[in-house]
């Protein structure tokens, strides 16, 4: 008897049928005599119908009533989800993020879960019941839901499969595994049969949507065995796992990329100690994530030019803080592009290997394609450029790194 | 200074003009320093849809899990009102069921209110916020999302304004106030000024769709003022008060009638004592409403037929109960017809007036309309007709009781 933690993406379950489909695939776990928790998402399109509904109605809205709006799509999916286990005689019931409880902070709109009571759950599994858990959704300490941002439904399977001890926690999605690229866009991308967690946390984070970046991280800090699987069909997966679990590695693993990005510039800040906090402190105030920075020197040791890249759904928002900033920080002009992509080479191999960045910026500027942000890591370097290029540096990077299948 | 209720209809925040209208209305109240309650139902058609996916999931549904699919439309109105009305400058937060909290007992897809926690409401309305308490929609006492039933809304407004003793209670909804009859069907029906809480009452049980019946059982009880109002019109609506506040009674004041119904007759049940029980109490084990109830008499003593209604929506669960206990009530076969409609006249002046019902009796034969079920009340009198006469019959019955608008 194992402990089985199954999460189901948006595509998984976007109608009456492939829920009928996924309650048989919970089944098959349950019937083998395994404790199962399962987690499905919102039906494919819900969530952003709901976004949209809420933007119509205020572009800089409440995130407390964001959260109450964007909660109930998985809440639909776990009730019928329910209902499609009782009809084939699986005993089941719905779980909400509050009465589970998945416990967060106040972050709403991308709250961290700070812990889960099982008890509930675990006392179910006597009776053979298969808890069907709300993912994406936990509740505050003041009482109100909150939602963990987009994907969140893998980190509540993770956070599941950590806190319940589970042996696995499978994540069925409309894809078969992690790819090399994205092969929607590179057709000589490759599936991976395993791939390090540090690896995956990088691509998850850099733009690749097969998994949340905090699911990964959480999966590699508490040790939780990661399968990323098809919904569709009943082939191996990809594996997420240690390092020391891989023999042999390529220098680059994979290549993503992130359109959500927005990049901004403050024209003309004053060159001076303390401006940078100026303006990232009320941005972190205001739950802006600011992810690339670059700050020019200046010429004449007065005035400089500071670029960063938000996400898009903060954009808005951080454009609003600027513009109340300005008074203090006083800057110039602001400078907003939101038709750039991130593109990303990451690997472990990139530890021992000099050039990798070189090879990156020689086969960008073979095809004409300016860079405009640079951003490293231990394991990843991170491009930015426009948008329009996004394919053609794809392709181009996945060649120049030795990644195309034969 | 007034504390008031405000109940909005589906049709009323049926887009995000419409709640954006509501918000404005909710505002008007609020600017003149009155204390806000707002009830917003789901998005018109929002339930509809969410129950048609339970049946498409399961038409034999654990009611448990109906009721967390369906709470999800009220969720997201109120959500989205909360937004609205922080867009114009009103302070205001959305409360669900389980965090006002709306205590009910367990009866799952129609529950009633057990108790209602006014002290979080109340505390807020120091500060001058606004309450968006989602409606139709409690907490069990085993932590469970409830439903009320359909309407249940209504009741939810009602409920809070007795337990906040509210000054008045407004029913928002897209007719400006209740009629003689439907208007789309009696083109001459009037609209009433004034109706007492008992007419009110079985104008609604009878399917009048403008007031839950329990909304008004439950206003007559506490005596909560409520007023039925139009949210796209302000014109005065109709007045729901005590008998003695209104002076000229007509003997009929309105015309009711309901699709709602399919009738059931078991043929050839054994005629004997304790035959009704054992047909009615395992219905009413599984939380099937019966309505009318008709026993023949039975030609030999030994077997007769048992006819009675039920509501549409418990009619597959009743069929399936019935089918259930064949071996212990023996009954000869099952008679189902969900073709019909149930058509009532009502009236407090009937309790002085003698001859009324010869008056629709008369009515309906002229137009050649058979009468398959009678029930009466004190003030109401029904019959069961086959539903293509519907419109033939209230016609008529307009007429025939001297209703019909000059």
Redesign the interface.
């Known amino acids: 008897m194992a402990r089985i933690v199954q999460k189901f993406g948006g595509t998984s379950v976007g109608d009456?049928d492939r829920?009928?489909h996924v309650a048989g695939l919970v089944k098959a776990e349950h019937d083998k005599g395994n404790e199962v928790v399962v987690v499905p998402s919102a039906m494919s399109g819900i969530t952003n119908g709901?976004v949209d509904?809420?933007h119509?109605?205020?572009p800089l809205?409440?995130t407390?009533?964001?959260?109450?709006?964007v909660?109930?799509g998985e809440?639909?999916t776990?009730?019928?989800l329910?209902?499609?286990l009782?009809?084939i005689g699986v005993p089941a019931?719905?779980w909400?993020g509050?009465?589970v409880p998945i416990n967060t902070d106040d972050v709403h709109g991308k709250a961290r879960i700070a812990g889960i009571g099982t008890e509930n759950i675990v006392s179910r599994f006597a009776e053979g019941q298969v808890a069907v858990v709300a993912g994406f959704q936990g509740i505050s300490p003041r009482?109100?839901?909150t939602s963990l941002g987009r994907g969140g439904s893998d980190t509540t399977a993770v956070a599941l499969a950590a806190a319940l001890g589970a042996d696995r926690c499978d994540i069925f999605t409309d894809v078969d595994g992690v790819y090399t690229a994205d092969p929607r866009i590179v057709a000589k991308a490759r599936k991976l049969d395993k791939i390090t967690y540090e690896e995956m946390l990088e691509m998850a984070s850099q733009g690749a949507k097969v998994l949340q970046t905090r699911a990964v991280e959480l999966a590699m800090n508490m040790g939780v065995r990661l399968q990323v699987r098809s919904a569709f069909e009943d082939l191996p997966g990809t594996l997420v796992v240690d390092e020391d679990e891989i023999v042999e590695h390529q220098v680059v693993s994979g290549i993503a990329y992130s359109r959500d990005e927005a990049k901004v510039t403050l024209v003309g800040v004053a060159d001076e100690p303390g401006i940078a906090a100026g303006i990232f402190g009320p941005l972190s105030d205001a739950s802006v994530n600011v992810d690339m920075i670059v700050q020019n020197v200046s010429a004449d040791g007065k005035r400089t030019d500071m670029t960063f890249t938000v996400g898009k759904a903060d954009y808005a928002r951080a454009v609003a803080v600027l513009e109340g900033i300005r008074d203090t920080v006083s800057y110039r002009s602001l400078d907003l592009n939101p038709d750039v992509v991130k593109v990303s080479v990451i690997g472990v191999g990139m530890r021992s290997h000099a050039g990798v960045a070189t090879i990156m910026f020689q086969a960008l500027s073979e095809k004409g394609i300016n860079i405009q942000v640079i951003s490293t890591s231990e394991i990843k370097i991170s491009v930015l450029i426009a948008e329009e290029y996004t394919e053609l540096a794809l392709r181009a990077l996945h060649s120049a790194y030795g990644l195309d299948a034969d």
Do not use: F
Request: net charge positive; proline share 0%; aromatic share 6%.
């Open positions: 009456m829920i009928r709901l509904k809420i119509a109605m205020s809205h409440d407390r009533e964001y959260d109450v709006v909660a109930t809440q639909v776990c009730g019928l329910a209902l499609a009782q009809n019931r719905s909400l509050w009465q009482g109100r839901i």
